[in-house]
């Protein structure tokens, strides 16, 4: 049976003060209760009280989760401005510091922290999730094996955290690093059958290991409960034009691998040690770096990379109707992901409240109208 190939998104998004453009706690403010008024289950709280996911539905295409992502953009603005705070997207709060954020009043939050301790505290970062229909799991787990390969060129497109605790890490996703102190994390194993998995599963569960499977946070999963693929490896993008081409590049992926998989054609599968030092090299150096193509065994630019992609997902594209998305691709590889862009503000200001104005405005492009009230976050 071939697979739905639709589509669900998922952003976290930061709540900031606009006086200090540091973060501050939504809770008091009643924009999650006020949310679910709106939104319903379309959003929700995270672990710690300075960030709010939203969540498109099951969409049938990127038209229909581009309609439904930039709606649940535009009303978590407007009810955080209407709280007093602005929303910006960013993998991690340039000096925003964990130890000064509260947790969510959440006992499966809580029960985290209590497991995890300091490593759940400090694990105050935004991602971008990306479910893709597949409902055979047999199939699931072959085009999750396939896919893995393609993690480091995606995340090298999202990549947009340089920052954390007031410093300019030298890396572009330290988002990525943060989130590894977790257990069972990056890049999973190869996986011969479904059956296999469930067999990992079921011992991690047998020995205490975890409660359930949704306590594994791989950068690519297939999700215990919905019949998806979930990508989980990006940090969230600026713009919600970033999310959407993004996320149609991932519903491509998984669509054209799944073609060559009818055709017994398949793609060749690389050991996970291999693909995790391209994760490490996207995480370092983003678009700027170079990833190993390891069936010719050389260095090749990430750009040259992503053009090669692009084009073998293209004969899904039209089939999938995201030519639009799939074409802005090229805009992030012209004007840099989000990392390149908070980088090049803080390169020409030294002042890190000015990434965090324009990570707002960014947030808000293609989203909201802007008026000059909004123009100067903070006067």
């Known amino acids: 049976m071939k697979p739905s190939f639709t589509i669900g998104i998922e952003e976290e998004y930061q709540t900031i003060d606009p006086e200090t453009r540091d973060l501050r706690s939504h809770i008091d403010m009643e924009i999650i209760a006020k949310g679910k008024a709106i939104l319903k289950e379309s959003v929700k709280p995270e672990m710690h009280q300075s960030v709010i996911e939203v969540g498109t539905g099951v969409c049938n295409d990127i038209e229909q989760a581009r309609s439904e992502l930039i709606g649940l953009r535009r ?39 209590e497991d995890m301790k300091i490593v759940a505290r400090a694990n105050l970062i935004f991602g971008l999730h990306v479910h893709v229909g597949i409902e055979d799991r047999e199939t699931a787990i072959h085009l999750m094996n396939a896919a893995r390969y393609f993690l480091p060129h995606i995340l090298a497109l999202s990549t947009n955290s340089p920052f954390w605790l007031g410093m300019d890490t030298g890396l572009k996703s330290y988002r990525c690093k943060v989130f590894d102190k977790f257990p069972r994390t990056n890049i999973p194993d190869y996986f011969p059958s479904w059956g296999e998995y469930e067999s990992f599963v079921n011992l991690l569960v047998q020995t205490n290991c975890i409660d359930n499977a949704k306590k594994i946070w791989w950068d690519i999963r297939p999700h215990p409960h919905f019949q998806t693929l979930e990508f989980r490896i990006c940090d969230i993008p600026m713009r919600v034009e970033e999310t959407l081409a993004i996320a149609a590049l991932i519903q491509a992926t998984v669509a054209k691998l799944y073609k060559l998989h009818a055709a017994n054609q398949g793609f060749r ?33 990430v750009r040259d990379l992503i053009y090669e992609y692009l084009h073998f997902v293209d004969d899904v594209v039209d089939e999938l109707r995201s030519r639009r998305e799939i074409n802005y691709i090229h805009k992030i590889l012209e004007m840099g992901a989000g990392a390149d862009r908070q980088l090049r503000v803080f390169k020409e200001t030294g002042d890190l409240t000015k990434v965090v104005d324009f990570m707002i405005s960014e947030t808000e492009t293609g989203v909201v109208e802007k008026d000059k009230a909004d123009a100067n976050i903070a006067t």
């Open 75 to 113: 009303d978590m603005i407007r009810l955080a401005k209407a709280g007093g705070l602005r929303l910006a997207a960013g993998g991690t709060h340039p000096f925003g510091d964990w130890r000064k954020q509260e947790i969510y009043p959440d006992q499966r939050y809580l029960d985290i922290v």
């Open 269 to 301: 599968l690389y050991r996970r040690a291999l693909i995790m030092e391209n994760k490490w090299r996207a995480v370092r150096y983003g678009l700027d770096g170079k990833l190993i193509d390891f069936g010719k065994r050389i260095e090749v630019p």
